[in-house]
């Protein structure tokens, strides 16, 4: 746990009220379950005669998480029919869960305990994913985490068109005034300045683009270090 190494980024100004948490490449070491997921999509497609072409990168798929999910099956197979991005919805989430239920699929290390920690202190904390509802909270309760949480948002759920709609809905419903966006991607960027807030970008999943958090008020390559900006929040 390097909680002492120098952070990117300026100052986080007071302490929040609240944390909102991405999901996949933030909390959830995602590649960890999705290879598996992936060949077992691509494998059903091809037997069902939806998709015959060969199985797309791994890169392609984990390059696109933090998008909607129309918007990935396009990335992922621009050449697959409508009936096979839709095919491959299902799947992936039927998958998914499979294999969380079997174990497949882990958490960031540090990850619990530096969310206990982060309870403890009083901080209210909240999952903001543009992923489907079920993966969303059922990641977080597999693994253990679940009732560190106040609530679970999802595009699926509030079927929102943007993650910074997302957000805004969620600091609406809880009465939220101050809050850390914390995630891996563009769009939680977006979310977090949309909407006003300091926006942690973690830069330890391995799949971003050059300049995907670019914006962000800190930069942190291990979970923990968010500990070491939230003490830096309560010393300003």
């Known amino acids: 746990m390097a909680n002492d190494r120098q952070l990117e980024g300026r ?3 007071n302490v929040p009220e609240a944390m909102l948490f991405d999901l996949d490449g933030t909390l959830f070491k995602t590649e960890s ?60 989430l039927q998958y998914e ?11 960031y290390e540090w990850v619990p305990e530096t969310l206990r920690t982060l309870k403890e202190r009083g901080i209210r904390l909240f999952v903001a994913s543009n992923g489907l509802e079920s ?64 926006v942690v970008g973690c830069d330890y999943a391995g799949f971003r683009k050059e300049g995907e958090l670019d914006g962000s008020g800190a930069v942190i390559r291990e979970f923990p270090e968010l500990l070491t900006l939230l003490d830096a929040a309560a010393e300003a």
């Open 11 to 13: 100052s986080t100004g």
């Open 33 to 92: 379950l999705l290879v598996t997921v992936q060949r077992r999509v691509f494998e059903t497609l091809r037997e069902e005669g939806l998709y015959t072409e060969p199985e797309p990168p791994i890169e392609r798929l984990l390059g696109s998480l933090g998008m909607l999910l129309d918007h990935i099956w396009l990335r992922v197979m621009p050449d697959g029919s409508t009936e096979a991005r839709q095919r491959a919805n299902e799947l992936l």
């Open 97 to 107: 869960l499979e294999e969380l239920e079997a174990g497949v699929g882990e958490l």
């Open 135 to 198: 993966y969303v909270k059922e990641v977080p309760r597999l693994r253990g985490i679940g009732d560190l949480f106040e609530g679970f948002y999802s595009a699926g759920e509030y079927e929102t068109a943007t993650k910074a709609e997302l957000v805004r809905l969620l600091l609406e419903k809880h009465g939220i005034r101050s809050a850390w966006m914390i995630g891996d991607r563009s769009s939680d960027v977006d979310a977090g300045l949309r909407n006003g807030l300091f």
